[in-house]
């Protein structure tokens, strides 16, 4: 009994060397520890789909995510992109199949296509899987080109409230049924349902820019004549009368 606990210990001991080694051991950005090829994606269906991608394909849009790969002997291969400057160089993973994949996920409010450069063992390059390129003529060379969906951050946890220039102004927006009369109260017009009305911009869509002072604000919308919480807000408390309204904090 004691062999068979014994012989179960260094099973599992090689188990765990066997996740720590990796083909990207050496490269820069390589985690320490047990081994995950994809640690920035959380989709269980897009991580299957990269650890199963067999060859390389011109880049693919899956779940949000622009999906680049590469194929060969290579050592290292990383994505810059135009939007970030060619600053940042993003490292692609190899699946267990031997090609290099990246997940690279979609910036938000963006319809115009994705100009990058790839970097193979220290070479920048256009991406040889993909036929889409142009010349950029601020750099003189070839840049290649994926078209990517458009991707509103109106959506909840995702949607900035506070305009990131100053910090202050908070821009509102609720989305409704159109042609109604909708309002923002809150503790910065001691909950007044009517001073601050929002501008239907669009069919359906209400808008307010309002600077606020720094502090924690408790507000919500009148809609109908009910106070209602931010959708786009996770931050959520109980106001003096006991209703659930939505939290900003403004910084100084």
Known sequence: MKRLIFAACLSVAALLSLAAASPESGSPEAPQGLYSPFPAVESLTLHMRLAGLAKVSAPQIIEGFLVLS?????RYVGAAFAHEGFASVHSF?????GVFVLAYQIPLKRSEPLAYRLVIDGVWT???????RLIDPSLGLAVSLAAIPYISDLHLGVYEILDPRDGRTANFIFRAAPGELVTVSGDFDNWDPFIHEMSETAPGVYELSLPLTPGTHLYGFVYRGSLVPDP?????????EGKIVSVLAVGR
């Open 70 to 74: 590469a194929a060969g002997p290579h």
């Open 93 to 97: 993973r190899r699946n267990a199949r």
């Open 126 to 132: 256009w991406d040889p899987a993909n036929p889409q």
């Open 232 to 240: 786009l807000n996770v931050s959520k408390a109980s106001n003096r």
